[in-house]
Nanobody, 120 residues
């Protein structure tokens, strides 16, 4: 059974940083491109960042939404089946519940997510 457990969220002031973690199990993590998504209140879930797997692309290549490019960094540890999101220079508009999931061919069932609130 696939499990996705996000952690590391919290309340942070604008300009601050957070590091999100996602523990995964139940699937072949090293073969899976992984992504972080977020959903703000009243909005649809959006793709934030993707890191490729070791099979289909150059290992660890990344892509970001324009809104977070240069501020967020996605990474993975294939030994621990973990994916991370380092978030710097946070803005109030980054406030959302953040989720990790497989990118292709489609996401698994969603975990509970982790709340990130950026406010002074």
């Amino acid at each position: 059974q696939v499990q996705l457990v996000e952690s590391g969220g919290g309340l942070v002031q604008p300009g601050g940083s957070l590091r999100l973690s996602c523990a995964t199990s139940g699937f072949t993590f090293s073969n899976s491109a992984m992504s972080w998504y977020r959903q703000a209140p009243g909005k649809e879930r959006e793709l934030v960042a993707t890191i490729t797997n070791i099979v289909t692309n150059i290992a660890g290549s990344t892509n970001y939404a324009d809104s977070v490019k240069g501020r967020f960094t996605i990474s993975r540890d294939n030994r621990k089946n973990m994916v991370y999101l380092q978030m710097n220079s946070l803005k109030p508009e980054d406030t959302a519940v953040y989720y990790c999931n497989r990118r292709w061919p489609q996401p698994y069932s969603w975990g509970q997510g982790t709340q990130v609130t950026v406010s002074s």
